[in-house]
């Protein structure tokens, strides 16, 4: 077999819609699914051959396209410093819960799939990263994102209408990005799928493409033989003896059905799934870390979007003790993978992949990491900080408005002390004092105060729920931070920190609650 690496760099932001987020925002995955890029090559060859449909009879179309036997198109993940592609964390990796990773400072990782010992003493998991083996050193990546607000329009008046005129949120991958996929095919349809990728650089993927969505471009395009690339960047041979303890991660999300034909997700159907590939039987479980995710798509023959099914999420670990397995059946188990849609990307194992019971993470130098050129002079700078900041106030608006769709309070306080409440944190909105509302709420008459104390919102008082917020203005604001050229920002920053921006986002979330409150209460 065949591997054929390719490299993508990303030129407009890349929708691949994911099941997260809200009815009103697409929030896509953090790589590019491997069906997108079976999708765009399909577009490719029916363009080559002037097709209108597939002849789902036809030898090449069914090896090409549909046979997870012969070829199968890998996620594209992101693409190291060393022009590697990365891999998803496992779920076995955890770290101490104080420790902090950041571009000056490193962290150790432990992996409870080899050993649960005493450290760390309160464990954590690491967070969604990508990963590559660096010199002994896990280099830690994290994809980079674009949020874009949209208005729902009328296609033919090219304008919102009365009935169509709601806001809807885009979060997708940032353009200037590079991923790596990879294509297993037979020997012979090697050249056929290559012919495909150079005819043009360019290739549209995801949605939105209408919209300035999905533009990216094959930078790089190279043919391995299968035995001369290993997807965890480990060979065989040196996996096979891991002192009798057998560790399986899944590299992509896997599909397995349980014994009634019903998709679940069910770690222990991947020791049911080895066990039909390799014909042996293997021991219970020693250790278990398993997530599970809900997997769909788009056919666009149909127009219709595929059923939503449970999976198991990529990074989960399965552990057996007391087992060998050789080189040959790593080899058979890795190139074939195991599950449904594997000719989509799904079901990626890997076999006994690092055995250090705890090791060194940090993330890569971020002046490598840029695909953005230096910026030349005082001018520029001071324009990309302008960005920043109003990129970084837009977020921490939406911030603010997601947190207020879902608070409510309870009836129990009066308008005119809601009227009160309002105007001090109007007051104090200039200069971000928060003492002004402190002092109003440690000042007020007995019955005022009873008002504030027995009014819910959530299961706290509103009056404890206040004193949160003005004590600790940061505390509700998720982790909020922007990059321009190279200009980050941070909503907890020394500049954030200097105009007071968290006090004031906090001033205006308690003035809208108490709007919102008010107008409910008419």
């Known amino acids: 077999m065949k591997a054929i690496t390719l490299t993508l760099q990303t030129q407009q932001p890349i929708l691949a819609t994911s099941f997260q987020g809200d009815p009103n925002s697409d929030v896509s995955y953090s790589y590019i699914p491997g069906s ?22 036809n030898d090449e179309v069914k090896r090409l396209f549909f046979d997870a036997n012969s070829t199968r198109y890998l996620n594209a993940y992101l693409l190291s410093q060393e022009k590697k592609r990365t891999l998803p964390l496992p779920l076995c990796w955890f770290k101490d819960k104080d420790d ?55 296609r033919q008046k090219g304008r919102s209408t009365d009935n169509q005129g709601e806001l809807f949120r885009y979060d997708a991958l940032d353009a200037g990005q590079k991923f790596q996929s990879v294509i297993l095919c037979e020997d012979g ?14 290739i549209w993927l995801g949605g939105s493409q209408s919209a300035g969505y999905g533009h990216t471009k094959i930078i790089d395009l190279e043919i391995l033989n299968h035995n001369h690339w290993h997807e965890i960047g480990i060979p065989a041979e040196e ?63 149909w127009g219709l979007p595929l059923p939503q099914v449970p ?47 705890h090791f060194i993470a940090s993330l890569p130098n971020s002046s490598d990491t840029s695909s953005l050129p230096p910026l030349k002079d005082e001018v520029s700078r001071l324009l990309a900080e302008q960005m920043a900041q109003r990129l970084l106030e837009q977020k921490l608006e939406q911030e603010l408005q997601k947190k207020v769709g879902y608070l409510s ?78 200009v980050e920002r941070r909503f907890d920053d020394d500049r954030a920190r200097e105009d007071k921006l968290a006090e004031k986002y906090t001033l205006r979330l308690i003035m809208a609650v108490a709007k919102k409150a008010t107008k409910e209460k008419k």
């Not at 349809?189 to 360019?202: G, H, K, R, S, Y």
């Not at 059905?257 to 039987?281: F, H, T, Y």
């Not at 990529?314 to 000719?343: H, M």
């Open 409 to 486: 309070l309870q009836d129990g306080i009066s308008n005119s002390q809601l009227s009160r409440l309002q105007s001090v944190a109007q007051k104090a909105l200039s200069t971000g004092d928060c003492n002004l509302v402190l002092s109003l709420l440690n000042n007020l008459p007995s019955n005022a105060r009873n008002q504030f104390d027995r009014t819910k919102l959530g299961n706290k008082s509103f009056r404890l729920q206040l004193d949160e917020w003005l004590g600790n203005p940061t505390d509700w604001i998720n982790s909020i931070e922007v990059n321009i050229a190279g």
């Open 36 to 57: 997108m890029i079976r999708g765009a090559i399909i577009g490719r060859y029916m363009r080559q051959h002037h097709l209108s449909e597939f002849d789902l009879t």
């Open 239 to 301: 996996r096979e003896d891991n002192d009798e303890l057998l560790s399986i991660t899944l590299l992509s999300d896997t599909l397995l059905r349980n014994e009634c034909g019903q998709p679940v997700a069910d770690p222990m159907l991947i020791k049911q799934a080895i066990e039909e590939v390799l014909n042996i039987s293997l021991p219970e479980t020693s250790n278990i870390f398993a997530g599970s995710t809900l997997i769909g798509g788009f056919n666009r023959k």
């Open 100 to 154: 902090e990773l950041n571009d000056n400072s490193s962290i150790t990782v432990y992996d409870f799939s080899i050993d649960r010992g005493d450290n760390p003493e309160t464990p954590k998991s690491v967070g969604e990263y990508f990963w590559t083996n660096k010199g002994g050193v896990v280099n830690l990546y994290k994809d980079k994102r674009r949020i874009n607000i949209h208005n729902f329009r009328d």
């Open 311 to 357: 999976a198991l999420a990529a990074g989960t670990a399965i552990v057996f003790e007391g087992i060998e397995i050789n080189e040959s059946q790593i080899k058979q188990l890795e190139a074939s993978g195991i599950g449904e849609r594997r000719e989509d990307g799904f079901g990626r194992i890997a076999i006994n992949g690092l055995k250090k019971e």
């Open 189 to 202: 349809d090697a050249i056929t799928l290559q012919m495909l990728l150079v005819t043009e650089p360019n």
